[in-house]
């Protein structure tokens, strides 16, 4: 779990380094990751939830950080991006061995609407509204535990 955090923050951070006009050495960037292991329905769904800065700090020549405002990604450097990261947590999990590669599905994509803008719009919106964000399903509920009854009912 601690390599693929690694490889996700390592990949996001450089785009927003190489973003906003810097090498990676010359800038930094800052992000908060929530570990959650489970999804709603408290099934086995390890995931992360990231906030990044939207920028970069540099040092200035007095030691103190200026911070280099970066834009929203648009909906092609978004698609570059999960791709990047998709190849390189597929690449290390067959180098452990526990994920084996489908010839018929070499990689993984994401599929999200060109118009520019929008893209983070719409994955928060479907978010916020339990609906599937891409795919074949896009647009349909996802299937959420709301209640349980007690055992003692009929």
Same mark, same amino acid.
Do not use: C
């Given at each position: 779990?601690?390599?693929? +955090?690694? $490889?996700?923050?390592?990949?996001? /951070? =450089? *785009?927003?380094?190489? !973003?906003?006009g810097f090498k990676v050495l010359q800038g930094h960037t ?6 959650? @292991?489970?999804? #709603?329905? +408290?099934?086995?769904? %390890? ?5 990044? $800065?939207?920028?970069?700090? /540099?040092?200035? #020549?007095?030691?103190? %950080?200026?911070?280099? @405002?970066?834009?929203?990604?648009? /909906? !092609? ?14 690449? *290390? ?5 526990? %994920?084996?590669?489908?010839?018929? #599905? ?16 719409? +994955?928060?919106?479907?978010?916020? =509204? ?10 349909? !509920?996802?299937?959420? %535990?709301?209640?349980?009854? /007690? +055992?003692? @009912?009929?």
């Amino acid at each position: 779990m601690g390599k693929v +955090l690694a $490889i996700v923050n390592r990949a996001i /951070s =450089t *785009y927003l380094i190489n !973003k906003a006009g810097f090498k990676v050495l010359q800038g930094h960037t800052g992000a908060v990751t929530l570990i959650q @292991r489970f999804g #709603s329905a +408290l099934n086995l769904n %390890l995931h992360f939830h990231m906030l990044f $800065i939207d920028g970069v700090f /540099s040092p200035k #020549s007095d030691g103190q %950080l200026r911070l280099h @405002r970066v834009n929203a990604p648009t /909906s !092609k450097e978004l698609n570059a991006l999960v791709a990047t990261i998709s190849e390189r947590v597929a690449r *290390y999990l067959e180098r452990q061995g526990w %994920l084996a590669r489908d010839e018929q #599905s070499d990689h993984l994509t994401l599929a999200l609407d060109d118009e520019e803008g929008n893209t983070m719009q719409q +994955l928060q919106g479907h978010s916020i =509204t339990y609906r599937i964000a891409v795919g074949p399903q896009a647009g349909r !509920k996802v299937l959420t %535990l709301q209640t349980i009854r /007690s +055992l003692g @009912r009929g």
